[in-house]
């Protein structure tokens, strides 16, 4: 999946292998290899991909089909708040769950305006 999101995104920026490779000051044989498949790179290097094409690194991983780095997943957020507890110590109310979500995506929409 990785290979196949790296070709797309570099293709779709209307960029060649070596254009990449130039801007991350590696070889163009080391990208190549990345994009069919036949070695994967360092997490430092997925960092830098993903802030490159502007994509979160569970999207260039194949691990999420969310593109945007800025996006809220809301499925995995509210993944989270079904497993929290309540105020009092117990499972969460749906009103209580409904209260975090709001506080939630609040604070967050707030982390992505300050960028």
Do not use: C
Not at 26 to 52: D, S, V
Not at 76 to 83: F, T
Not at 99 to 112: D, G, H, N, R, T
């Amino acid at each position: 999946m990785f290979q196949e999101r790296l070709k797309d995104l570099r293709i779709k920026a209307g960029l060649t292998q070596k254009q990449v490779a130039e801007h991350f000051n590696i070889k163009q044989p080391t990208y190549a290899q990345w994009e069919n498949g036949r070695t994967k790179p360092k997490e430092a290097t997925l960092k830098k991909f993903a802030q490159y094409f502007n994509v979160s690194i569970d999207y260039l991983t194949g691990k999420s089909d969310i593109k945007d780095a800025t996006a809220i997943d809301e499925d995995k957020l509210d993944q989270a708040i079904e497993k929290s507890l309540g105020f009092n110590g117990k499972p969460a109310t749906e009103s209580e769950k409904a209260s975090m979500k709001e506080a939630l995506m609040i604070y967050l929409e707030s982390l992505k305006d300050s960028d």
